[in-house]
């Protein structure tokens, strides 16, 4: 791999050491070698991106995607949540083939990298069968992201609930451990159910089934009402179950205790800001209680199903909520008085790599991580002239700005257009699968 030099750049590191400067990056051997307002003429063999009116931000991180759901994107737009679950989840899931999962997931991962996430946690349900499960691997890997494939449950008897209550995680996660051992850019964690699927002998079984294999988990809690019917984080507190090795996806409704809890315990949120704002019944974004306990929560493009899981989407969503609680004095007693662009660009990239337990490889540019870069266009009509990169990349910017992406060193996505990628035969896949499950009423 060559040497890359970014020259000129207007640079937002999310490194407090660093800062922001209009400067050059050198990238050797996929990682970030180098940052400073120049670093001189480049050695021979080096390529040169000329960097001139592009803003250069890190990669983003989503921490919770349904990847999986892509190819049948926004079918409930206008649904309350409690119909998500009972079309997606209880109808199509089971009906997924593995190759539903891989074209679904690929296309997800791809719509990912067009917009400028390098990093997904791919929080994978469907897995109906190894084959399924081989092919979310399938998808990750082809795509080019780095991603942590988040092992779920299987869909394939949504009629058994109860029983499914019962039945402990596929240890055919063993085998998939095996399967991604040594890969560069897709490492392994579980997607757990916890009390609000499990009952308490299985999700503690489940539990300790990752940590014997040393993953992170990550766990639904408190969406659409559930956080007062089951206490999901206090029983897991109470147990002495919480930990850093876990996050936490929404919390919506848990009570501030258990979000206190888990400041406790270094446990991660993440939040899918948009889907959750738009969904009837999915209860309020606890940003200002996350700030409140001490948790900077992450970012969650969540389902395409509802709405756009592009990280600009999320990042607007955030401050308007929260900038409309703090007009309204709804904030939570010792939140911020604010939430400003540069916090919403870091909890979209440096918090986001906290959380899934990469802040060491990505979020942030700094020598020594993997050259995750997105570089926006500044001279596009919507953002030029550019007085404020952070504010114009937070608040003006969309996924049609994303000029040049890097993942580890190599460039997936330059002059606007994704690299060495058949988009013709993965969207005519995506159409046969989202042919074979027409949307339900229920």
Request: net charge negative; aromatic share 4%; proline share 5%.
């Amino acid at each position: 791999m060559s040497d890359i030099l970014i020259r000129g750049g207007s640079i937002v590191s999310v490194d407090p050491e660093i800062g922001d400067l209009v400067g050059d990056i050198l990238v050797r051997d996929g990682e970030i070698a180098a940052v400073a307002a120049s670093l001189g003429e480049p050695e021979p063999g080096t390529e040169v991106i000329d960097a001139t009116d592009k803003i250069v931000i890190p990669g983003f991180v989503d921490t919770h995607r349904h990847t999986w759901q892509s190819s049948i994107r926004f079918r409930n737009t206008e649904h309350h949540g409690v119909k998500y679950f009972a079309e997606i989840l209880d109808i199509i899931g089971p009906e997924y083939s593995p190759d539903d999962v891989y074209i679904g997931t690929l296309l997800g991962a791809l719509t990912a990298i067009d917009a400028g996430t390098t990093t997904i946690y791919d929080w994978a349900q469907a897995q109906n069968s190894p084959a399924h499960s081989d092919g979310s691997v399938r998808g990750l890997r082809e795509s080019g992201i780095r991603a942590v494939f988040g092992h779920g449950r299987n869909l394939s008897d949504p009629q058994n609930r109860a029983a499914q209550r019962s039945i402990p995680h596929s240890h055919d996660i063993r085998r998939i451990q095996e399967v991604l051992a040594g890969d560069p850019l897709v490492s392994l964690a579980m997607s757990a159910r916890g009390p609000e699927a499990a009952d308490d002998e299985t999700w503690r079984a489940d539990l300790d089934l990752a940590r014997e294999l040393g993953l992170m988990s990550s766990i639904h809690t408190g969406l659409c009402g559930l956080g007062p019917i089951h206490k999901a984080i206090e029983r897991m507190h109470d147990a002495g179950a919480l930990g850093p090795d876990l996050f936490f996806v929404h919390i919506n409704t848990n009570s501030q205790r258990e979000i206190e809890y888990l400041a406790e315990a270094g446990s991660g949120v993440s939040v899918g800001y948009l889907c959750e704002a738009i969904s009837q019944g999915a209860g309020p974004i606890p940003t200002d209680r996350c700030l409140a306990a001490g948790i900077w929560p992450s970012m969650s493009g969540d389902t395409e199903t509802i709405s756009a899981g592009d990280m600009f989407s999320q990042m607007r969503t955030a401050l308007v909520e929260y900038r409309l609680r703090a007009t309204e004095e709804r904030l939570a007693p010792g939140a911020p008085e604010t939430l400003t662009a540069a916090d919403a660009l870091r909890m979209a990239t440096l918090v986001g790599a906290q959380t899934i337990g990469l802040a060491e490889t990505t979020g942030s540019i700094t020598p020594g991580k993997a050259a995750d870069l997105v570089l926006l266009d500044g001279g596009a009509v919507n953002l030029a002239p550019v007085g404020d990169p952070v504010g114009s990349a937070v608040l003006g910017a969309h996924p049609g700005n994303v000029d040049t992406v890097l993942i580890g060193g190599r460039v997936v996505k330059r002059d606007g257009r994704l690299v060495d990628v058949d988009l013709p035969r993965i969207i005519a896949l995506a159409r046969e699968s989202h042919a074979k499950h027409p949307a339900q009423h229920v």
